[in-house]
């Protein structure tokens, strides 16, 4: 809600709150004095104080202190000063009125007790406290009546005070209770008027306008002004220093003086203060006027107050017609009823509320975001709708392709048929799209917001978080397979070998990475099997695929090495044959021959000595080269595998 309040009000009306309870605890305690001397007898010689009068005063000050904090003790506290003057009133109706040589005194002077000024002030006083405000109106009346006779009888009083000092002897010993009763009087008056700052005259004193500026300025003038200067001229003529008429004269020129200045010092301010406003009127209009929006202001009814330009060029209205007309005539149908509720909500329920809006303006379909808030004076009261639009049709338009932009983004990386992470400058996950869920076990938007070290192993997390951050010092793109081999570790906590492509992406939030992992499971199990199988190639080379030992390629290069070394003349070779082997495949097939062949190397193999090796170089022929040794050491093995293999075909039964 807009309101527009009054700071200089608000520092003026400071005083109003606590004015009542501080009033009416003085004169509480003027009147408990009271009561006190009228108990123990501390008036002067020649006078009385009177407990009625105390008493009735401490009501009056209860009234006024607990006017706020609670009402019903406040009116109840007001029937004492009511009963005191009514008793006074009583008095003076069966005794006659006294003479008013005593006005200004307590007690008259020869002690009759009576007195009209106090019985009217505290009568006064009590029926402005329980009836002002009262909800029938001649009750209400009756406490307005009471106002003006107190106010009356303490301006009397207080004036005849302060400018008959000379004639009641302010300084002498017996002048005081004029000075109290004024003193009472004015405190009371004070009380009285902060206790309504809503009427007259404190509204008015209060009013933040020109009405507030006259009445501050002509209102004290005008109450203070006339006593001054009849005193002035009182004591003046009654020295003798002018005549009568010359006195009435300047009396009457004084006064007229006194008040042209007043008049014109207040001229002067309402000026500047006009000129002020006028300055402010125009800024805010030009502002209002250059507003590239649609700007309103409508009264409680809907009709326009005020509209910027922009508002009449969308309708198509000359300037300054809109204003006293229907803001709902102009409400396109399409969007009526929304505008009309987003009214009310204001209006109604003071809720400012923001809404977009597509509508149909001349032809062009727009775009708009509305913004319609309450308008409150000083005093909270809603006088208004106050309205705001901006075009937001290039925004949305912009909005759209953006999105449309990231949605196709996103629809080429879900399509990827690597998966794909981007990670923040943080090391947060703010996007995974499908192909990382098949691969590493999670939900659908899962990782989102979770630190990307989760998908590496605790072990290496440390490091990894250590190699992001360098990266993110100096980032730069690299290819698949370019970096270190890593493992992932999918939500069952099993792990997988992954290699990982990065890339930079620039974003409003800084550079975030963009990594494509890749499971290489496969391939590198076919990687594994391709080795074994070029080592296999390479074995079968050089080697007897049934028995395993050399074959007579391998033979013969080791027996061409053996040669050509610096221990040629060492060693020796043995050819051995089996016999009767081809019997052997014939009778028990060609598997046994094999497996007896297999039987028969282990045989040789575990004859041997060190340094020395076995190739098959033919169906039932092995050969033995043997690098050191002489002729007899040579003889021994030989006749070694002989006894080895006869042995074994004994066992077979083979002999």
């Not at 301006?155 to 109290?180: D, K, N, Y």
């Not at 930079?504 to 496969?522: H, K, Q």
């Amino acid at each position: 809600m807009v309101t527009m309040p009054d700071h200089g009000t608000t520092e003026r009306a400071r005083w109003v709150a606590p004015a009542p309870v501080l009033a009416g605890a003085l004169v509480a305690s003027i009147g408990l004095l009271g009561l006190v001397g009228s108990w123990a007898g501390w008036a002067a010689p020649g006078t009385t104080v009177r407990a009625d009068v105390a008493l009735g005063l401490v009501g009056a000050g209860l009234s006024l202190a607990l006017h706020a904090s609670s009402p019903r003790a406040a009116r109840a506290a007001a029937l004492l000063p009511l009963v005191a003057g009514g008793w006074h009133l009583l008095e003076l109706v069966v005794d006659q009125v006294p003479s008013l040589d005593g006005l200004l005194t307590v007690d008259a002077p020869d002690g009759t007790d009576r007195h009209a000024v106090t019985a009217v002030m505290l009568v006064a006083f009590a029926a402005t406290r329980l009836l002002r405000g009262a909800a029938r109106r001649p009750a209400d009346l009756l406490g307005a009546a009471g106002a003006v006779v107190f106010t009356a009888v303490a301006l009397t009083v207080a004036t005849g005070v302060v400018f008959g000092a000379e004639e009641v002897g302010l300084m002498s010993p017996t002048s005081r209770f004029p000075i109290i009763t004024a003193l009472v009087l004015a405190l009371m008056l004070v009380g009285l008027l902060a206790c309504y700052p809503d009427r007259p005259p404190v509204s008015l004193l209060l009013e933040p306008g020109l009405v507030g500026t006259l009445s501050r300025r002509l209102l004290p003038a005008a109450v203070l002004a006339p006593p001054a200067l009849a005193q002035i001229n009182h004591s003046i003529e009654t020295r003798g220093l002018i005549g009568e008429d010359l006195g009435l004269a300047l009396l009457t020129t004084g006064m007229m003086i006194l008040l042209a200045a007043v008049v014109g010092a207040t001229a002067v301010s309402v000026r500047r203060l006009e000129a002020d406003q006028r300055l402010l009127s125009r800024e805010l209009q030009a502002i209002f006027d250059s507003m590239p929006a649609v700007v309103a202001m409508t009264d409680p009814d809907s009709v326009y107050l005020r509209v910027s330009p922009m508002v009449e060029r969308l309708l198509g209205a000359e300037p300054g017609t809109l204003r006293g007309r229907n803001a709902r005539d102009f409400y396109p149908p399409e969007i009526r009823d929304e505008l009309i509720a987003q009214e009310e909500l204001a209006r109604d329920e003071g809720v400012a509320s923001t809404h977009e809006y597509r509508t149909t303006i001349g032809g062009t379909e727009r775009e708009w975001e509305m913004t319609r808030f309450p308008v409150a004076d000083e005093s909270g009261e809603t006088i208004g709708v106050g309205s705001f639009a901006l075009e937001i049709t290039s925004r949305k338009d912009a909005e759209r392709a953006a999105a449309a932009a990231q949605r196709r983004l996103l629809g080429y990386l879900d399509a990827a048929p690597d998966a794909t992470i981007i990670v923040d400058g943080d090391g947060l996950i703010r996007y995974a799209n499908h192909r990382v869920s098949e691969l590493l076990g999670y939900g659908s938007g899962e990782l989102v917001g979770r630190r990307v070290e989760e998908l590496v192993p605790a072990d290496v997390r440390p490091t990894h978080e250590d190699l992001r951050l360098a990266y993110m010092a100096h980032p730069a793109h690299r290819e698949m397979g370019s970096g270190q081999e890593l493992h992932a570790l999918r939500s069952d906590g099993t792990t997988i070998p992954i290699e990982i492509s990065l890339g930079p992406v620039e974003t409003d939030d800084g550079t975030w990475i963009a990594a494509a992992l890749r499971d290489v499971t496969d391939r590198r199990a076919a990687d594994l099997a391709l080795r074994e199988a070029e080592q296999r190639a390479r074995h079968l080379a050089d080697h007897d695929p049934l028995t395993g030992v050399a074959n007579r390629r391998r033979f013969e290069s080791e027996l061409d090495r053996h040669l050509g070394g610096p221990h040629s003349r060492e060693g020796g070779l043995l050819i051995v044959d089996i016999d009767h082997f081809k019997q052997i495949n014939d009778t028990a097939g060609h598997a046994a021959g094999d497996t007896m062949l297999i039987d028969l190397t282990l045989l040789i193999v575990g004859c041997l000595p060190d340094g020395a090796s076995v190739s098959r170089i033919g169906g039932d022929e092995f050969a033995v080269i043997v690098s050191h040794g002489g002729d007899a050491d040579i003889a021994a093995l030989a006749e070694a595998i002989v006894q080895s293999v006869r042995s074994a075909v004994c066992r077979l039964g083979l002999a």
